[in-house]
Structure formats: structure tokens, C-alpha cells
């Protein structure tokens, strides 16, 4: 796919979109403008690069299509777990890699076009489901709907499930809870196409891009008791499936990996439950903290805002309401528990905002819901409401600054990597035999090589593979790297000269030979903006001299 279809597409979602919405007249017309400016906050992202785990899979789907057995191996894996150290089981995820390269090439803004779609698309989606559930408990939602969904979509933690293409799932889960939920409170029993049932079939969908959508029948089971009036049958029976669905997936995730709930395996063993979550809730200052470290007096008054928009709102209001509003809180809460409680806790660079993309969202609903009056108003309610809208406005204003500041320094990051990867072919043209490259596992809040494995050096990112004379290596894998030189990893890599980094290459390249130094060390240096070479130990010294000597310098590299 070209810029030239790229651009057709982005023309024919924009009319689409405006002839939908122009339909619902001035309240219509809100959400597009709420669309538009989340798309445009978003839009230089179409600029950016790969980053962390987007190299092996980018060069994963490349090496399947290059021998021929990209959509056998894709198909595999709905009925084989993820390769990786985890519990992953996302099919649909990985289908959706293999479809972007067929479609979109090995270009970053065709992959990157989908996450910034599905967010523009779940952006509209609150504001359409805040309409209907609003109005199932007589409330007025003219307002409060576009409000929002530029609440979520301009919310600076859920940027990570944007920008980063191999963190789409979230996305996507939220993407097909939504439509659930929409189609769920519509009803529309006369129509399959519009009934409560697509619920249980879109949790299908969803529990294949990740595991946190078996959540959504819990959420589901709030808002049915939560429902102002008796619920239908349909509505009733489509709960019931979905649990039925959920139920028959964790039963098939028992059988692959031996344990139902648990998906990351370094957090499954012998912590107390309530460790793990003080553990979890400790981490969320430091982790807001460097998330908002490009806006340091804006992050703080973005949250102080939402917190008092909220208490504002928080006065006598109809009991439908309140309990709707309630059910939403709760959805919203038992999803971050469920996410803490198997993340652990959260990381103090900032990274892991894409675990609160279907929280967010769902708070979204909680705002739009407390926001949607009843009329007519008396007033006192009517000031109150008028305030609550003031200080939301500026909750606003502030999280798309926050916001900005946060892409601002993601847009830096991915230029720094793309120049990182175009440098490599330099350097191994005018460096001869191997060098051991140190490479950075992070720009702050921003992955950037780690996961990356063999990815930024080979095809398609590189024109011709180059795991032969450069070896990216992290700090933390430094001590691996002492020992693989030392069974003889150098030699190997010279006979197998690897092409594709997979369980083939990985047996060849082990094969022990004679302990042979890399030629050159060298790291990135963020100051200087280069490769610069690094102090070489002495070609006799043994595995623990040499690894004793060079420790300092990798250490002192500014990566």
C-alpha cells in the first residue's frame, strides 16, 4: 500500500464519517469535531518508526511471507500458544500483524494506521454509547457524549496503545467491548445485525486479541443490574453466553498452559494477593510520574481537574442514574484490579499506559453518564452542572497538553531509533568482523530496542541482513553475550551468516566452537548522536577478565 491509498482511505473514512454524524444533527456533529481533534492530535504519528517489540514482529511475518508459510504458521497459533516466556494466547493479534504486512508492506504509517483508526473509531464509540445509555435513564446526552469521548481520547495514558503497533491489542478488545456494549443497551431483537446477542460473539473476537476481555461478562452482569427497567430476554440470554463463552476459553487456556488466570509467568510464583496489589498500587505514582515527565506542573492539575469535575457532580441526582453510573465505576475498577493484579505493578519509566486503555474507556462512560442532565434543570443544579462542565473543559485542555508534551518526546524517541537502525549499514561497512552494538532498552517512557532480538539488524528493516557483523546487545544481556562469545558464538555467525532469526538460526548459532572475542564493542550515544566505540579488552583475557573489563565502559556509555 502506497501514500497514495493511504491518503484514499483517510479521504473515504472522513466523508463517511461526516455523512454519519451530520445525520444526528448538532449533537452529531460535536462527536466529529471530538473525532477530528483526537485524529489530529494523533496524526503525526503516520512520521514515526517501529520500536520494541515491533521488530520481531515485523521481521517475523517477513521471514513466514519469504518462505512461504506466513498463513500456516499465523493459522498455528489458534491453536498454540504465543511463542514467548508468558502465558499469551492472542491469535487475533497476530493475524492482524500478518494482514498488515500483506496489505501495507514494511511500512511503519500503513501499521501504525490501523491503531490510530481503532482509536479514532473507539473514540466515536463512547460518545454513541453514552447516547444510549444516557437515554435509558431519561438523561440528555447532547452534551455530554462529545465531552466524553475527547475525555478518553485525549487521555495521555492510553497514548502507548496508539503509537506502539505491537501494543494494538488493548485497542482492539476495546474496540469489540464497545460495539458489545452499544449493541447490547440498543436491543434491537428484530434485527441479529442489531441485537443483544452480537455480544457474546464479539467477546469471541476480543478474546483473541487478549485475555483482559474475560472481564467483560463481569462488567456486563454490573450494568444489567444497574439497568433502569426490566431487561429483555435477549439481553438477558446474551449475558448468559458471554459467561458461557468466557468459561469455555479459560478451560482451553488451562489446557495450554496449565493455569487459567495467570499470563505473565514471572509474577505467578508464591506472592501473596495483597502484596501483589500494594505492590501494584505503589507503583502508580512513580509510574504517572514519568509518563507526565515532559509536562511536570500540567500532569498534576490534569488529574486534580478530572477529580473535582467528578465531585461536582457528585450531588442528589435520580437513582437510575446513580446506579448506572455506579455499575460503570465499578466496571472500570475491577479491570485496573484485574490488570494490577497480574502485571504486578506497573514500571517507573512510565512505560505500560496501554494496560489502562479499557479502563480509561469505560471511565469515559462513567464521565459521560454523571454529565448527562436531567431536564429541566433547577437552578442550582443548572450553576453546578455549568461548573462541572468549566472544570472538565480545562481537565481537557490540560490532558491534550499533557498529551502532546508525552507524543512530542515519542515522535523524538522513534526518529532517534530510525536513525539508530539507518546507521548500522555505515557502520558495518567501514568496521570489520563483528561488533557486539550496545543499543538503548529504553527512551524514558518509550521501549526502543528491547524484545528487539536480531530484528533491527536484519531484513526487512535492513536490505540485507547484517546478524553476522553487528549483534545488538542490551545492558542487561551483557553477561549472556560474554558467555555465548565464549561457546563460540563469533565463529558460528561467520559460517551460518543468518538471514532469519528463528529456531533454526537459534540451533545453528549455538553449536559450541572455540571461544572468539567480538572484534569491536560499541554503544549509541544519545549525547553524541553516534556509535562510539568502546575500549576493547585484551584478546587473551578469559570470559571473566573480559566481561570484569568492559562492564565499566557499557556501564559509562550514555545510551
Not at 103 to 115: C, F, K, Q, T
Request: aromatic letters at 12%.
Amino acid at each position: 500500500m502506497n501514500e497514495k491509498s493511504t491518503s484514499s482511505i483517510l479521504r473515504f473514512c472522513f466523508f463517511r464519517g461526516w455523512s454519519f454524524l451530520m445525520s444526528s444533527g448538532r449533537s452529531g456533529f460535536a462527536i466529529f469535531i471530538a473525532c477530528l481533534v483526537v485524529g489530529v492530535m494523533y496524526a503525526p504519528g503516520f512520521n514515526g518508526f517501529w520500536h520494541g517489540d515491533d521488530f520481531p514482529n515485523l521481521h517475523r511475518v517477513y521471514a513466514q511471507s519469504q518462505q512461504g508459510s506466513l498463513w500456516s504458521d499465523t493459522f498455528l497459533l489458534f491453536s498454540e500458544p504465543v511463542p514467548s516466556l508468558g502465558a499469551f494466547y492472542r491469535p487475533m493479534m497476530m493475524l492482524s500483524l500478518a494482514l498488515n504486512y500483506v496489505i501495507g508492506d514494511a511500512v511503519y504509517a500503513n501499521w501504525y494506521g490501523v491503531n490510530f483508526f481503532v482509536h479514532v473509531l473507539n473514540t466515536l464509540l463512547i460518545a454513541l454509547v453514552v447516547r444510549r445509555l444516557a437515554k435509558s435513564c431519561n438523561c440528555d446526552p447532547k452534551l455530554s457524549a462529545p465531552l466524553a469521548a475527547v475525555f478518553f481520547g485525549l487521555c495521555p495514558s492510553v497514548a502507548e496503545g496508539v503509537y506502539w503497533v505491537s501494543a494494538r491489542s488493548d485497542g482492539w478488545v476495546t474496540l469489540f467491548s464497545l460495539c458489545g456494549i452499544y449493541f447490547w443497551a440498543g436491543n434491537k431483537s428484530s434485527s441479529f445485525l442489531g441485537s443483544a446477542y452480537l455480544l457474546p460473539l464479539l467477546l469471541i473476537v476480543a478474546l483473541g486479541f487478549k485475555e483482559s476481555a474475560a472481564v467483560l461478562p463481569l462488567q456486563m452482569l454490573l450494568l444489567a443490574v444497574a439497568w433502569n427497567g426490566p431487561l429483555s430476554r435477549d439481553q438477558r440470554l446474551a449475558i448468559a453466553a458471554a459467561f458461557l463463552v468466557v468459561f469455555f476459553f479459560l478451560v482451553w487456556r488451562t489446557y495450554l498452559f496449565g493455569n487459567a488466570w495467570q499470563v505473565y509467568a514471572e509474577n505467578a510464583v508464591g506472592i501473596p494477593l495483597y502484596v501483589k496489589l500494594w505492590n501494584a498500587l505503589r507503583s502508580l505514582g512513580p509510574w504517572w510520574t514519568a509518563l507526565g515527565q515532559a509536562t511536570p506542573v500540567l500532569s498534576p492539575v490534569y488529574l486534580v481537574c478530572c477529580l473535582v469535575g467528578l465531585m461536582l457532580l457528585a450531588f442528589p441526582r435520580p437513582m437510575p442514574q446513580w446506579r448506572l453510573t455506579l455499575a460503570l465505576l465499578g466496571a472500570s475498577g475491577g479491570l485496573v484490579l484485574a490488570t494490577l493484579l497480574n502485571v504486578g505493578a506497573l514500571s517507573s519509566t512510565g512505560e505500560g499506559g496501554r494496560l489502562s486503555y479499557g479502563p480509561v474507556a469505560w471511565l469515559g462512560l462513567v464521565v459521560g453518564v454523571l454529565m448527562s442532565p436531567v431536564r429541566p434543570l433547577t437552578k442550582s443544579q443548572y450553576w453546578r452542572f455549568f461548573t462541572a462542565f468549566v472544570v472538565f473543559s480545562a481537565a481537557l485542555l490540560t490532558g491534550g497538553g499533557v498529551l502532546w508534551g508525552h507524543l512530542d518526546k515519542v515522535w523524538q524517541a522513534q526518529a532517534r531509533m530510525q536513525f539508530i537502525t539507518r546507521s548500522i549499514p555505515m557502520w558495518a561497512e567501514t568496521h570489520q568482523g563483528i561488533t557486539m552494538l550496545m543499543v538503548p532498552d529504553n527512551d524514558g517512557v518509550v521501549v526502543m530496542a528491547r524484545n528487539a532480538q536480531a530484528g533491527i539488524v536484519l531484513e526487512p528493516v535492513q536490505k540485507q541482513a547484517y546478524l553476522h557483523r553487528v549483534v545488538p546487545t542490551l545492558s542487561s544481556e551483557v553477561q549472556m553475550r560474554q558467555e555465548q562469545f565464549c561457546r563460540g558464538m563469533a565463529q558460528r555467525l561467520q559460517v551460518v551468516r543468518p538471514r532469519f532469526a528463528n529456531s533454526e538460526t537459534l540451533a545453528a548459532i549455538v553449536v559450541p566452537a572455540g571461544t572468539v572475542w567480538p572484534n569491536h564493542v560499541a554503544c549509541w550515544s544519545k549525547s553524541q548522536q553516534k556509535f562510539v566505540s568502546l575500549r576493547m579488552p585484551p584478546i587473551d583475557a578469559s570470559c571473566h577478565a573480559w566481561m570484569t573489563s568492559i562492564r565499566s565502559d557499557i556501564e559509562n556509555c550514555q545510551l
